[in-house]
T-cell receptor, first 116, second 114 residues
Framework: DGGITQSPKYLFRKEGQNVTLSCEQN?????MYWYRQDPGQGLRLIYY???????QKGDIAEGYSVSREKKESFPLTVTSAQKNPTAFYLC???????????????FGAGSRLTVL | DAKTTQPNSMESNEEEPVHLPCNHS???????IHWYRQLPSQGPEYVIH???SNVNNRMASLAIAEDRKSSTLILHRATLRDAAVYYC???????????????FGKGTKLSVKP
C-alpha cells in the first residue's frame, strides 16, 4: 500500500544535540512538507519542497534544516539552534504543490520528539 | 489569506448525525474548502473537499452555502472512531509558493458519546 513512513515514532534528545527525523513516501508525489504541532494547537509549516533539490522555508523554519536529494525522501534535522524542539512532527506529501487547490495532502503518523 | 472559524468543541451521540460548521466569510472565488481530521496521536487524514457544489464521499458530506461564506461537514452516523479534531481549511487554486500551503487552525474537537 502507498503511504508515508515517518521514523522514529518517538525520540528523546539531550539539549544541544542535533536529531534527524526521517520521512519516506512511495506515492510518487512531487511535493513534501514538514509541520510541527504543539499540544492543543494546529499545525505550523516548517519547510516544504516542490521538486527534488529544491525546498522553501515555511512559517517557523528557524532552527531546522531539510534536504530533498530524492523524490521519495524529505528528512528534517532539528538543530541545537531550535529553542523549544519538544513537539509532534508531521510529514506530508501531495501530487503537486503548485498545480491545484484541489490537491490533497497525505500525512505520515508523526514523530514525537522530547528534549530532556 | 482567507481564514476559517470553527467552534472549539462539539459533542455528539453515537449513531446520530453530526453537523460541523465552518465560517469563511472572506473566501475568494478560487478557494477550495478542505476538511481534514486528526485522531489522537496520529497525523491528519483527508476527509473531503469542494469548491461550489455539495460533495459526498464514503466518509462524509460537505454542504457549501450558496454564497460560499460557510460550509458544514456532515457525518451521517457518528461512531466512536469519529472522535477527532476536525479542521476546515481553504486552499486557493491559483496560488503557488507558500500561499498555496494549507494553513491549519485549531479545528473542532468532536467527542462522541456511546
Amino acid at each position: 500500500d502507498g503511504g508515508i513512513t515517518q521514523s522514529p515514532k518517538y525520540l528523546f534528545r539531550k539539549e544541544g544535540q542535533n536529531v534527524t527525523l526521517s520521512c519516506e513516501q512511495n506515492l510518487n508525489h512531487d511535493a513534501m512538507y514538514w509541520y510541527r504541532q504543539d499540544p492543543g494547537q494546529g499545525l505550523r509549516l516548517i519547510y516544504y519542497s516542490q521538486i527534488v533539490n529544491d525546498f522553501q522555508k515555511g512559517d517557523i523554519a528557524e532552527g531546522y534544516s531539510v534536504s530533498r536529494e530524492k523524490k521519495e525522501s524529505f528528512p528534517l534535522t532539528v538543530t541545537s539552534a531550535q529553542k523549544n524542539p519538544t513537539a509532534f512532527y508531521l510529514c506530508a506529501s501531495s501530487r503537486s504543490q503548485m498545480a491545484s487547490g484541489a490537491n490533497v495532502l497525505t500525512f505520515g503518523a508523526g514523530s514525537r520528539l522530547t528534549v530532556l | 489569506d482567507a481564514k476559517t472559524t470553527q467552534p472549539n468543541s462539539m459533542e455528539s451521540n453515537e449513531e446520530e448525525p453530526v453537523h460541523l460548521p465552518c465560517n469563511h466569510s472572506t473566501i475568494s472565488g478560487t478557494d477550495y474548502i478542505h476538511w481534514y481530521r486528526q485522531l489522537p496521536s496520529q497525523g491528519p487524514e483527508y476527509v473531503i473537499h469542494g469548491l461550489t457544489s455539495n460533495v459526498n464521499n464514503r466518509m462524509a458530506s460537505l454542504a457549501i452555502a450558496e454564497d460560499r461564506k460557510s460550509s458544514t461537514l456532515i457525518l451521517h452516523r457518528a461512531t466512536l472512531r469519529d472522535a477527532a479534531v476536525y479542521y476546515c481549511i481553504l486552499r486557493d487554486v491559483f496560488l503557488g509558493g507558500s500561499q498555496g500551503n494549507l494553513i491549519f487552525g485549531k479545528g473542532t474537537k468532536l467527542s462522541v458519546k456511546p
